[in-house]
């Protein structure tokens, strides 16, 4: 897995000396271990080059996670139904460390070019999903999240001072939902709510993307918060707090 883990952007191929430097691994680890994965079929040789790279087949375990997961399973007809209620990008997403990591997500027809796909991770810090999930869980645990977390600003807007971040979550949970506009790319407005377990624990989150060529900010918490907060709410066990606009 560190050597499939090796492979990724500016890494679409490697020898084995570049694939040993990136996985921490000897040489002779690396050779093992990348023709056994070619063997499997989960990388790829180049006989001109002899370079390796991920195979097609990789995506299969992504696959399996999407079609086993309970999650995702129940949370898919309320997605359908806020993706056609709001015509704009839905997207459930789980906790994992200091990111978050998109498990489902529905395009809208007024497609944002963030080139966020099923699989990619962006920082919980300053991203609406990930604001919610902090801000539904216990003040501890979530101070040591942000604490962990690399609080780099990607943009100009990005919020990235401990106590400013604590602050929020406060809010957050205060309303109901979380809002993140321009924090990870320009001209991206999000609203999200945390979907909550059967022991009061955030176990996803749910959320519309919408441009803000289109709609400011408030008109767009105005016309989707709402919508965003009851899907979240049917998708948990049990149901979180009263949504209060």
Same mark, same amino acid.
């Given at each position: 897995?560190?050597?499939?883990?090796?492979?990724?952007?500016?890494?679409s191929?490697?020898?084995?000396?570049?694939?040993?430097?990136?996985?921490?691994?000897?040489?002779?680890a690396?050779?093992?271990f990348?023709?056994?994965?070619?063997?499997?079929?989960?990388?790829?040789?180049?006989?001109?080059?002899?370079?390796?790279?991920?195979?097609?087949?990789?995506?299969?375990?992504?696959?399996r996670?999407?079609?086993?997961?309970?999650?995702?399973?129940?949370?898919?007809?309320?997605?359908?139904?806020?993706?056609?209620?709001t015509?704009?990008?839905?997207?459930?997403?789980?906790l994992?460390?200091?990111?978050?990591?998109?498990?489902s997500?529905l395009?809208?027809?007024?497609?944002l070019?963030?080139?966020?796909?099923?699989?990619s991770r962006?920082?919980a810090y300053?991203t609406?999903?990930?604001i919610?999930?902090l801000?539904?869980?216990p003040?501890?645990?979530?101070?040591?999240?942000?604490?962990? *977390?690399?609080r &780099?600003?990607?943009?100009?807007?990005? $919020?990235?001072a401990l106590? @400013? +971040?604590?602050?929020?979550?406060d !809010?957050?949970?205060?309303?109901?939902?979380?809002l993140?506009?321009?924090?990870?790319?320009?001209?991206?407005v999000?609203i999200?709510?945390?979907?909550?377990?059967?022991?009061?624990?955030?176990?996803a989150?749910?959320?519309?993307?919408v *441009?803000?060529? &289109?709609?400011?900010?408030?008109?767009? $918490?105005?016309?989707?918060? @709402? +919508?965003?907060v009851?899907?979240a !709410?049917?998708?948990?066990?049990?149901?979180?707090?009263?949504?209060?606009?």
């Amino acid at each position: 897995f560190r050597v499939l883990d090796a492979f990724g952007s500016g890494r679409s191929s490697m020898g084995l000396s570049e694939i040993a430097a990136a996985a921490g691994l000897d040489r002779s680890a690396a050779q093992r271990f990348a023709h056994t994965l070619a063997k499997l079929g989960y990388l790829r040789k180049d006989p001109r080059t002899r370079h390796y790279a991920l195979s097609v087949r990789t995506l299969d375990l992504g696959y399996r996670y999407i079609r086993s997961s309970a999650l995702v399973d129940r949370a898919l007809p309320y997605l359908l139904d806020l993706s056609r209620a709001t015509e704009e990008a839905v997207s459930l997403t789980v906790l994992d460390g200091t990111e978050i990591v998109y498990v489902s997500r529905l395009l809208s027809r007024h497609m944002l070019h963030t080139n966020i796909n099923v699989g990619s991770r962006l920082p919980a810090y300053c991203t609406g999903p990930g604001i919610a999930m902090l801000a539904s869980m216990p003040r501890k645990a979530a101070r040591a999240v942000l604490e962990a *977390s690399d609080r &780099r600003a990607y943009t100009a807007h990005t $919020v990235t001072a401990l106590p @400013a +971040l604590l602050a929020r979550l406060d !809010a957050t949970a205060e309303r109901g939902f979380a809002l993140a506009c321009q924090e990870i790319y320009p001209g991206d407005v999000s609203i999200a709510a945390a979907v909550i377990g059967g022991e009061g624990e955030p176990v996803a989150a749910v959320n519309v993307a919408v *441009s803000l060529s &289109r709609l400011q900010p408030e008109a767009a $918490v105005e016309r989707f918060a @709402a +919508l965003v907060v009851a899907a979240a !709410a049917a998708m948990s066990r049990p149901p979180p707090p009263e949504f209060r606009p």
